[in-house]
Structure formats: C-alpha cells, structure tokens
C-alpha cells in the first residue's frame, strides 16, 4: 500500500487528456512509462544521494527566487518533485502547506526532509489532477524538459493556479549535454557510417517565453544559467546521467551502443573538450522561468501612443547640463 494517494482518473483527468489532444498535445516524443522506470531506478539506489547535486542546486535557485517574490503563499504544488529539492530550501513562514507530485512513488517515499507541512500524490505531470483555482504557487524543477506536450502541460499548470497566482520553475535547455551529443555522433559517423539520437531534445530559449504567453501567463521571466560539471572521462558523465534519472527516453532512442563507438566518443570527447588536468567537461544549461496568471490588482502596461517623450528627445535629455559629470 502507498502512503500517499495515486492520482485517478476520474472526470477532470480525462478532460484533461481530452484538452491536451485537441489543443495540439498529439506529440509523442518521450516514453513516459520508461522515464517512470528511470526515476524509479536511479531514486531506490543506496547512493543516489550523490547524483543529487545538479537537482540540489537547480531546486535552491528556484527557491530563491520565490524568497524574491516576498509573499506568503497558503497553498503551493510542485510539479514533479523528484525528491523533493525545492522544499529542502523554503520555510514554512513562506509557503505554508506543499503538495509534492511526482510519477515516481520510490522518489516520493525518498523525499527531503522540510518544515513545511506536506502531503504526496502520486501523478503524471503531463495530467494534473486538481481543480482550477487552487493554488497560490506552483513550482517545478528539472521536470518538464521530459514532458511530450509541453504546452498543454502549461496551460494546466495555469489553470490550477489562482488568479495573481506565480509559477517559478527550471528546466533543461537546448544547448544542454552538447559536448557529449556532438562526441557520440562524430563516432557514430566514423565507426557506423551514420547516427542516431542519443541526448533527448530540449526547449531553446527563445521558444520559452512565447510557450509561456501562449498559455496565459503575463509579466513574464526567462533566465538562463550554465552549470558546468568535470568529469574523469565521458563514461562518467553517462553513469550519473543514469543515476540522476535523466537517460534519454526519447522513443526514436538507439537501444544500444557499439563498443567501438563509445571508446571512439570517449576519445573524441577528451580530444576535443578536454581540460588540462585531463578531466573533460559537461555542460548543463538551465533554464529558469517565472509567470503571472493575470488579475486586476497588477500593474497594466501603458496604453500605445501614450508616452510624453519621444526617442528623438532622448539624446537631448541626455546631454543635459545636469546629466553630464
């Protein structure tokens, strides 16, 4: 028995579902029953601790940007928890009860220890189970880079929360991992005369701010932050992607990589990124967003056409005696 309820799938899942398909969520890039198993893996190994430090530092960047907001929020979720990193890093004098989902029960039962009184449901983050309106705050971290319909998840996350209600969240971005995807098709074109995909694809950042209007949300923030971890050699970088959960899942994914091919990659990988002290980098490029579902009591932006002071002015109030030092 769980010692948290599963996410059912009553009325509001299914239309949820139903929304998803016909607004344009038809895409099917990931396998999420996979990516449970990933999770559910990596979570149950007696160590995983150790592969916890990019979800650690990407969950206390978010943290810190809900301390920047300044409010107290009664009620929040976060959408696909993992562990738990985000909370780990709040107060309960700033968020005063948490809702943790995630598809991964084992992640769930191996959550952070917090303040915060909480409660775990156990649900898929592509179909949200909760009524509109609920809740004051939503977090996500290092979560929705795998999900297939992207947008439709937005737009859920959207409608569970309350007018003038915050989203904060992180994701991987497109640039992420590019020194390992760029070895392994180099080898792949040298030792098997072409290549299949390997590093799962990623949200540019450019398409994230207009993902985020789409949905609804206004007085938008997108910010991007690079972590670069070392690593002896490529196959290392491998072994903690697998034991952070975050192989690929992609259904076009290459079941199976030739030996020849990975000594290749790995070579190829020192040859080409390699620091001096013969460690070779990874690069994680984080992706950190922050929208507003709309009420009357924020600011408006001013009407069009209602500026006192045109740009062709602007050099002259700049040269003003009282500017110039």
């Not at 978010?62 to 979720?77: E, G, I």
């Not at 509109?132 to 937005?154: C, K, Q, R, Y």
């Not at 450019?206 to 997108?222: R, S, Y």
């Not at 910010?223 to 970088?237: A, F, K």
């Amino acid at each position: 028995m769980l010692p948290f309820p599963r996410a059912r799938s009553g009325p509001l899942l299914r239309s949820l579902r139903c929304l998803s398909s016909r607004q344009g969520g038809a895409m099917n890039v990931f396998d999420r029953s996979m990516k449970r198993k990933q999770k559910q893996w990596a979570s149950s190994l007696l160590d995983s601790d150790k592969y916890d430090y990019l979800r650690d530092e990407a969950g206390s960047r978010v943290a810190d940007r809900v301390y920047d907001v300044s409010r107290t929020f009664p009620l929040a979720l976060d959408v696909g928890c993992g562990k738990s990193h985000i909370a780990e890093h709040l107060s309960k004098d700033i968020v005063e009860r948490l809702l943790l989902t995630d598809i991964s029960d084992s992640s769930l039962r191996n959550r952070r220890k917090c303040e915060i009184p909480s409660h775990c449901v156990l649900a898929d983050e592509e179909f949200l189970p909760f009524k509109e309106n609920t809740f004051d705050l939503v977090l996500s971290s290092m979560s929705l880079h795998w999900i297939n319909d992207l947008p439709g998840a937005l737009r859920q996350i959207y409608q569970v929360l309350k007018p003038d209600g915050v989203f904060i969240g992180a994701m991987v971005g497109g640039e992420t991992l590019y020194e390992l995807r760029c070895s392994l098709q180099l080898a792949e074109l040298e030792r098997e005369g072409g290549f299949a995909p390997h590093i799962s694809p990623y949200t540019a950042v450019t398409d994230l701010g207009n993902l985020l209007g789409q949905a609804g949300f206004n007085m938008l923030t997108v910010d991007i932050d690079e972590v670069q971890v070392n690593y002896p050699g490529m196959l290392e970088v491998m072994s903690d992607l697998q034991g952070m959960g975050e192989s690929n899942c992609a259904w076009n994914r290459k079941s199976l990589l030739h030996r020849d091919t990975i000594l290749a990659a790995a070579a190829i990988y020192k040859e080409m990124y390699g620091n001096e002290d013969s460690s070779v980098p990874a690069t994680f490029q984080i992706l950190y967003m922050i929208g507003w579902k709309p009420h009357e009591s924020q600011a408006k932006p001013a009407k069009r056409g209602s500026a006192n002071v045109s740009f062709a002015d602007l050099s002259k109030i700049m040269s003003h005696p009282a500017l110039c030092p």
